[in-house]
């Protein structure tokens, strides 16, 4: 199984477990959260406008390379495009639920998806600034 392959496979999945892991951990964080009535309104607008950046950076990314002009199919290889996409929506589900019902479990669940966020957007820079300092233009 060559590398591609193995990414193919292995990035969506470790999505796919970190957001359940973080579903997870809201549940629990939020029973020692205050209520609803206490959360504090300044970290609940940071924490939305963060997620707002960093999905607007992603998608950005996305429309700029390409991937969301085209047609693509569910078994696309270049599956990792369509992970970030879906989960950038499912961000923004979440700062919408949010902003209707300010829960405990809403808000804990935006910080553990902001942590994520923040390691795609580095690993998107660091893939960004490796092609980068490697690229050689072809000699003819």
């Known amino acids: 199984m060559d590398v591609?392959?193995?990414?193919?496979?292995g990035i969506p999945a470790l999505?796919?477990?970190m957001v359940a892991a973080s579903l997870f951990h809201a549940s629990i964080a939020a029973r020692r959260l205050?209520?609803?009535q206490a959360l504090s309104r300044p970290r609940v607008v940071l924490v939305s406008l963060l997620h707002l950046l960093c999905a607007g950076?992603?998608?950005?990314?996305?429309?700029?390379?390409?991937?969301?002009?085209?047609?693509?199919?569910?078994?696309?290889?270049?599956?990792?495009?369509?992970?970030l996409a879906v989960f950038e929506a499912l961000c923004a589900v979440a700062v919408l639920a949010l902003a209707?019902?300010?829960?405990?479990?809403?808000?804990?669940?935006?910080?553990?998806?902001?942590?994520?966020?923040?390691?795609?957007?580095?690993?998107?820079l660091?893939?960004?600034?490796?092609?980068?300092?490697?690229w050689?233009?072809?000699?003819?």
Do not use: E
């Open 4 to 9: 591609a392959a193995t990414l193919a496979f």
């Open 15 to 17: 999505v796919a477990l």
């Open 34 to 36: 205050p209520p609803a």
């Open 57 to 83: 950076g992603v998608y950005r990314y996305l429309i700029i390379g390409g991937w969301l002009t085209n047609h693509y199919h569910w078994d696309d290889p270049n599956d990792i495009n369509l992970v």
């Open 100 to 124: 209707i019902c300010r829960k405990p479990f809403l808000f804990k669940l935006l910080i553990d998806l902001l942590i994520i966020q923040i390691i795609i957007s580095s690993c998107l």
């Open 126 to 134: 660091i893939l960004l600034l490796l092609f980068i300092l490697t």
């Open 136 to 140: 050689h233009p072809r000699m003819m």
